[in-house]
């Protein structure tokens, strides 16, 4: 008997710890709300940076490069850019894809102020 009414107890005891750490842990604080849209952000920028590089790698026939660092040409317009995306970027570009077309005139716009790749990813993905 003692020991059926110890496990209802611990049970109960445990369900209610679950249930304040669920409340606990939704991000109600701004600042909370914050860290976890970055941290959305930033694996929306690593699975597009993965994916550039296997792609830039299966088009080579090399080993996957790292892409963080390479740039768009400059003065692309609009429709060579998202061209560049295509063929070099896949990744970035599956992003991209999924964008209103005025987030897709914002990452344009970005792209003309800084064309390394990793500022376009960053603003695919706070377009998300």
């Not at 909370?32 to 550039?52: H, P, V």
């Not at 400059?74 to 570009?93: D, I």
Request: proline fraction near 2%.
């Amino acid at each position: 008997m003692q020991i059926g009414k110890l496990l209802r107890v611990t049970t109960a005891g445990l369900f209610l710890c679950a249930g304040s750490l669920c409340v606990q842990a939704e991000p109600s604080d701004p600042y909370l709300q914050l860290l976890e849209e970055e941290s959305q952000t930033l694996e929306l920028i690593n699975n597009a940076e993965r994916l550039d590089e296997a792609a830039v790698a299966n088009a080579t026939g090399a080993e996957a490069q790292n892409t963080e660092h390479a740039n768009l040409a400059e003065g692309l317009s609009r429709e060579q850019f998202e061209q560049a995306l295509k063929m070099r970027f896949v990744g970035t570009n599956t992003l991209y894809e999924k964008l209103s077309e005025e987030a897709k005139r914002d990452v344009y716009a970005s792209y003309q102020r800084d064309g390394r790749i990793m500022e376009v990813r960053r603003s695919v993905a706070s377009h998300l």
